[in-house]
């Protein structure tokens, strides 16, 4: 919403004083609006409120290999310890386990799911669900033993066995380990 007042702008002025239409020019979206205005050598005073519109852009698209989550899980029973965000300081002294991993989790049409980590030198593909960084057998996760260091993780899902077919969204999160 605009306010009353003075406003420089690139406007397109198309009428009289009083309910004017003004065409404004916005570098993120294009807007309109409609209000009494008065223009004058570029510069337009609004002598009312005016409501402007822009539209929104389209809504991002899933697949039903998306990645949507990255957890940290205990290793040996694969219990969730809590749902990784973008940005995670873990605390060597408090893992909330004995040992820990990482598990993918995807939208019901995965087929596979590959693991990227240059820092924990991990490239490896998961042939089935549960997504699992190191790998696992049942409930039972090969455990990742961090060091003191930052870490970059990427899980992408795809839509055949192997990291082939259609790649989903990726899912990266940055954990930095501390003592």
Partial sequence: TWAQGTSTCNANYLGGVSGST???????????????????????????PVCVTAPLPPPPTS??????????????????????????TISLGNLGA???SIQALSNSGAKSVKFVSAAAGVSRTEGQAPWAFLGNSGSTYKPWIPVVKSYSITATGYSASGASGTAGKPLTVTINVVP
């Fill in 63 to 88: 697949t039903a290999y998306d990645i949507v989550s990255l957890v940290l899980v205990n290793a040996s029973n694969g219990a969730a310890i809590r749902t990784l965000g973008p940005n995670e």
């Fill in 98 to 100: 004995p040992s820990v």
């Fill in 22 to 48: 003004l065409m404004l020019s916005d570098t993120i979206a294009p807007t309109t609006g409609t209000s009494a205005a008065v223009c004058t050598d570029g510069v337009v005073t609004l002598t009312s």
